[in-house]
């Protein structure tokens, strides 16, 4: 079992997918399947460029087996009020700078959810969001 | 490291390397490793890009191509030439100059490269409407990027265009040509006149292909030298020569940026120089650049006019050939009668054999073949690390700390190479300073660390 974890700045555009990119080295190194990890990645990246679009910070703590791997993403943010509606493709509340810049199209959450096998969303409005999922390895 | 069998075009003479290291702090994929005073390579990372060939002062690097004699094994010698060859010459030596020469020095035969875009831009364009699904789809055209992919990027092997660059596909069409001429097999000879290290990799171990039409391989600096020389020395300005057909325009400029991608459909980006391309190679494998149809990309700034093995200013060559695809009026080139035919004759014949093998990911950034091994070597890596200094000086004789620290955990090599761990084992008396120079001379040689004498006078 092997343990990352990465602090992620919200707003800040230029370093959004730098967690992403350790975690793609790192699962390369590891021998993980190339399919697999784009999987991971791409939720992953989805994942973390939510924080830096919505929240004011967050943290991303990545547990790793020879079975799954598990990421947890803990903001600090707006929260998010109706979870199912925000799980709807192309739903989004960013805003019109986000999405000029090629992000905030309302693919995140459900890309997430296409690219995992387990998905939980919790969230407290004013306070920040929870996503945790996992994907399975040689399955 | 696994050891590989791998051909290379990229040699490291030990006669000549002073193990100055300024190779492997350019290579790209951290192939190179100072050990005893010299370069060595590791076999299965080096992708032939070349990058060490420039920067080595005393061109101790080599491009193993064939001795220029063995053409004279063959009874018909055919040179095919890419178009940057010619740009290599200035405006005033004109094409037939050069070609004169070139039978002058023994080929019987020459036939420009760029002839087989003919057959592979209808194909190109064909495959990207089949194969939409994927984005983007990457140009096979260059073979070190083909190897960069296979190595760094084996997520994206699957888009690769399968389609055999232009150098095959003309080979191919020679071959089927002269065959129907009555020439036997054995007495045509077909040397490509290559502008780098990458090209004759992919001849003498092709990826995705069993086999090569190309007889051998001449680098072009050598040929230039050759030509330019003869040039100098005849002026012969009127000689009749049989040509092939001259290249059209979109022909000319297919090795150079952009040629490729301005003629397939869809978004399609060009991109050129190695690291520009690792970089923009990172984004695609994230996702974070997703709606792009086709990556034309190469490894080489300017493309094959930038190529290790060209002797002229790569924008003087783009400007030349720019020029010659501007005068270039079909109608204004009527073919010579002893000339090759029109490559498009055979289309069906080439097209029919234009499609590749899929292309295989051979990984060099996995520790283990076995996760858990390799999380155990990576735990390894990450305690190494916390003991370096992380300044990437590279007197251990490794690229960078993470790239030692990645050699110690594969038992490739020792923390103390680390010069900053050496020093604090000498203070806490853990290394006697005997075994520090000999650590040092193992990785160095025995000359630079035997250089001082007395600096008092300085």
New interface residues.
Partial sequence: M?HFEFHVEGGNFLKA?AA??QL???L?????D??T??RV??AM?EAEVNIVAHAYKGDIYID???KKIEITLIDEGPGIPDIDLAMKQGFSTASSVVREMGFGAGMGLPNIKNNSDELTITSEVNKGTTVKFATY?NQ | MEAGNFHHALKIREDLCIGCSHCMNVCPTEAIRVKNGKSVLFADRCVDCGECFRVCPVSAIIIDHDDFNYIFDYKYRVALVPAVFTGQFPEDISLRQIHSVMLDLGFTHIYEVENGVEILAESINEYTTVHRDIKPLISSFCPAIVRLIQVKF??LVDNIIRLQPPLDISAAFLKKEMLAQGIPSEEIGIFYVTPCAAKIAAIKDPVGESSSHITGVINMDFLFNKVFRQVKQKNNQSCAVPLSGKLSGKATCWALTNGEARHVQGRCLAIDEIHNVIEFL??I????ITDIDFLELRACDESCAGGVLTTSNRFLTVERLRNHADLYREENEPLHPDAFRKISSEKEYLKNRITIDPIK?R?I????????E??KK??KVNRIMLLLPMVDCGICGAPSCQALAQDIAQGEAGIQQCIFIQKIMEQKGEMSLEDSVEVMRSIWGFGKTNKYRDIKGI
């Fill in positions: 092997m997918g992403s990119s793609k080295k790192i390369k190194q590891l021998n993980v190339p399919k990890i784009k990645v791409v990246y790793i087996d020879t390895l | 084996p997520a990172e984004r494998e994230n996702e974070e990911p990984s950034l996995k520790l283990d073949e076995n996760m858990a390799a999380m990576m735990e």
